[in-house]
């Protein structure tokens, strides 16, 4: 059974960083594009970073672009977001997500999702 795990958020202040890992087991991961989601109470979940299989096409949202990086460990069967210059608008559950090639940043494209893991910039 294909499963996806995320791990590495909590409560970090403005300007801190984090990074998630989004950890899978029962299948490869090296064969599947994987995207980062987030959805904060009350709004629409967002894309925020997707990258390819063999990691060599990347792509990131306006709103993170510049501050966050995505990346992958196909050894490790891993893929991380490391998230720099956090702001209190990036608070949302963020979730990784499966799909075959290429990435996207459109949610409905993913057929296989974690369970999200909390992300909280506050001072």
């Known amino acids: 059974q294909l499963q996806l795990v995320e791990s590495g958020g909590g409560l970090v202040q403005p300007g801190g960083s984090l990074r998630l890992s989004c950890a899978a087991s029962g299948f490869t991961l090296g064969y599947y594009a994987i995207g980062w989601f987030r959805q904060a109470p009350g709004k629409e979940r967002e894309g925020v970073s997707c990258?390819?299989?063999?990691?060599?096409?990347?792509n990131y949202s306006d709103s993170v672009k510049g501050r966050f990086t995505i990346s992958r460990d196909n050894a490790e069967n891993t893929v991380y977001l490391q998230m720099n210059s956090l702001k209190p608008e990036d608070t949302a559950v963020y979730y990784c997500?499966?799909?075959?090639?290429?990435?996207?940043?459109?949610?409905?494209?993913?057929?296989?999702w974690g369970q999200g893991t909390q992300v909280t910039v506050s001072s």
């Open positions: 990258i390819s299989s063999s990691g060599g096409s990347t």
């Open positions: 997500a499966a799909r075959q090639d290429p990435g996207l940043l459109r949610h409905e494209e993913y057929p296989y």
